[in-house]
């Protein structure tokens, strides 16, 4: 079975540029969740759906972040206008279940320049 | 809230053995799960633990106490392909956005 899918893998961009990253969960995964990783703080719960549905986006760090998930098997992450502060990879996971083990795919890294 | 606390960095030998820790502090606990990372690429699962105890799979084994508000993962055999990240994330009370990552041990395995 196909991984979590996420696009692009390497996104470089200047600052003001929108940004929009992409996940195609795995088949069947009722829950889907947007990550960031830095160094300073590891690993940072964004935004999560269950099926499609927003539940908590209380981790989106500022309006500039949104989120959507138009249909079970695609969901897209955006930030407008984009920050040098913003650069991390953005892993994107999914799971059948809340309690159920979370797959992540192969992240995306963005640099903002 | 939750402190989720391991150490930066691990350094260990080929074939040996290596324990890596993991202390929380956290209100309603509801889990524990270890993730492995290995550098540019995305967490993968390794165990999970919510009662009190040692489990075992393959050359990983994982140990959670509650009341202690300790797990460590241990690792046998050690190959070089083991370096890399060790992620330690605890599941406080119900709801999905409740899993909160440390920021990881990184382990390098030398010859």
């Known amino acids: 079975d196909a991984g979590v899918i996420q696009s692009p893998r390497h996104e470089v961009t200047e600052m003001g540029q929108e940004v929009t990253l992409r996940c195609k969960p795995i088949s069947g995964h009722d829950y889907l969740f947007w990550y960031r990783q830095t160094m300073m703080r590891g690993l940072e719960l964004l935004i999560y759906f269950n099926n499609n549905v927003p539940i908590d986006d209380s981790g989106m760090p500022e309006d500039r972040f949104s989120a959507k998930m138009p249909n079970a098997s695609f969901s897209t992450l955006k930030i407008q206008p984009s920050e040098p502060r913003d650069s991390a990879v953005y892993f994107c996971a999914s799971s059948r279940t809340w309690t159920d083990t979370q797959y992540f795919g192969p992240g995306t890294r963005l640099t903002v320049l | ?111």
């Not at chain 2, 402190?3 to 309603?28: F, H, K, L, R």
């Not at chain 2, 699962?45 to 106490?65: C, P």
């Open chain 2, 1 to 111: 809230g939750q402190n989720i606390d391991q150490p930066t960095e691990m350094t260990a030998t080929e074939g040996a053995i290596v324990q890596i820790n993991c202390t929380y502090q956290t209100s309603g606990f509801n889990g524990l799960f270890w993730y492995q990372q290995h550098a540019g690429e995305a967490p993968t699962f390794l165990s999970y633990n919510v009662l009190d105890g040692l489990e075992e799979k393959g050359r990983f084994s994982s140990f959670l106490s509650r009341s202690k508000g300790y797990s460590y993962l241990l690792l046998k055999e050690l190959q070089m392909k083991d370096s890399a990240s060790y992620l330690c994330a605890v599941r406080e009370g119900t709801g999905a956005n409740n899993l909160f990552f440390g920021t990881g041990t990184r382990l390098t395995v030398i010859p």
